[in-house]
């Protein structure tokens, strides 16, 4: 069964500088990985995903995310935080098939301060 | 056009009443599936319906029963509703293929 681990509930960083958002994962077979941002009260935002090809993905927003499979690690990432990028974010896999559910990692609360 | 509509965005109920949550996609996907997402923010799979037919059922209480009347709708009936079932519930749909998943902006049911 697939899993997705997303080891830290909270990340807090300073206006400008860079954020990780880390994830790990666990499937069979080649994966597809996503993330998601919920701000408060709303739905989940697609921000990107990883099918195959470059292990470098762009996203919406100025985010990136790197597949890396020898890790089995999909971490969010972004040159630089803003204010507005605090919110919740969520990474999940799905077996590669794509009619098959989203699993969800427990999702990490990112607070940027200016 | 939204892709993934759901309603009511809100809804507010008293202990053992019974309530329908609508979804409908305009996507053209062949495979919808209901969230759960509870208070402390966990999202978790309850039903996926692939063409109108249940393809997976987690542990859910029996009191919810999906129907998908076609594949673009599946709704969500909850019998004798409990003050846990206090969620906001969120449908997706997706298809075959690397072309992702999309939500609709979900449903905050409030047993109160």
């Known amino acids: 069964a697939q899993s997705v681990a997303q080891p830290e509930d909270q990340v807090n960083v300073a206006e400008g500088n860079p954020l990780t958002v880390k994830c790990t994962y666990s499937v069979s077979g080649n994966p597809y990985l996503f993330w998601y941002v919920q701000y408060p009260n709303r739905g989940l935002q697609f921000l990107l995903k990883?099918?195959?090809?470059?292990?470098l993905v762009k996203g919406s927003y100025g985010f990136e995310a790197e597949f890396n499979k020898s890790q089995t690690s999909f971490h969010l990432k972004k040159p630089s935080a803003l204010v507005s990028d605090s919110a919740l974010y969520f990474c999940?896999?799905?077996?590669?098939?794509?009619?098959?559910?989203?699993?969800f990692g427990k999702g990490t609360r990112l607070s940027v301060i200016a | 056009d939204t892709a993934v509509s759901q309603t009511p965005k809100y809804l507010v109920t008293q202990m053992g009443n019974d309530k329908s949550i609508k979804c409908e996609q305009n996507?053209?996907?062949?495979?919808m599936y209901w969230y759960k997402q509870d208070s402390k923010k966990f999202l978790k799979i309850m039903f996926s319906y692939n063409n109108k037919e249940l393809i997976i059922n987690e542990t859910v209480p029996n009191r919810f029963s999906p129907k998908s009347p076609d594949k673009a709708h599946l709704n969500l009936h909850i019998n004798s509703l409990e003050l846990g079932d206090s969620a906001v519930y969120f449908c997706a749909s997706s298809q075959e293929g690397p072309r992702g998943y999309t939500f609709g902006s979900g449903t905050r049911l409030t047993v109160v």
């Open positions: 996507l053209g996907h062949d495979t």
């Open positions: 999940a896999v799905s077996p590669g098939s794509g009619n098959t559910p989203l699993v």
């Open positions: 990883y099918i195959t090809g470059d292990n």
